[in-house]
């Protein structure tokens, strides 16, 4: 069985820094495309980062302050987050695209989720 396992999150003064990792683990032949998605109380979850080989995208309200990164040897996404701001506060949810054996399609799987609080 495919699991994706969050760790990282928690309670960070406003400026401060956090990595969040996410961790792909059980039986499957590959992993495609990773990403971090985030979702505040009473709004809709949205899109952070993305990550596929070397290429990666973010969104206007992260660039220049979120690095996404992978270990492909590990199974493992990364979200670097810096200048973090009170509107970051949210429950981050890794996602990913991995295929269980050759000839088989990719399937989205999700993460359990993990809090991320910016706050003095």
């Known amino acids: 069985q495919v699991q994706l396992v969050e760790s990282g999150g928690g309670l960070v003064q406003p400026g401060g820094s956090l990595r969040l990792s996410c961790a792909a683990s059980g039986s499957f032949e590959s992993v495609n495309t990773m990403r971090w998605y985030r979702q505040a109380p009473g709004k809709q979850r949205e899109l952070v980062a993305s990550v596929l080989r070397d290429y990666t995208n973010y969104a206007d309200s992260v660039k220049g302050r979120f690095t996404i990164s992978r270990d492909n040897a590990k199974n493992t996404a990364y979200l670097q987050m810096n200048s973090l701001k009170p509107e970051d506060t949210a429950v981050y949810y890794c996602?990913?695209?991995?295929?269980?054996?050759?000839?088989?399609?990719?399937?989205?799987?999700w993460g359990q989720g993990t809090q991320v609080t910016v706050s003095s």
């Open positions: 996602n990913a695209d991995i295929r269980l054996a050759e000839g088989h399609v990719y399937t989205t799987y």
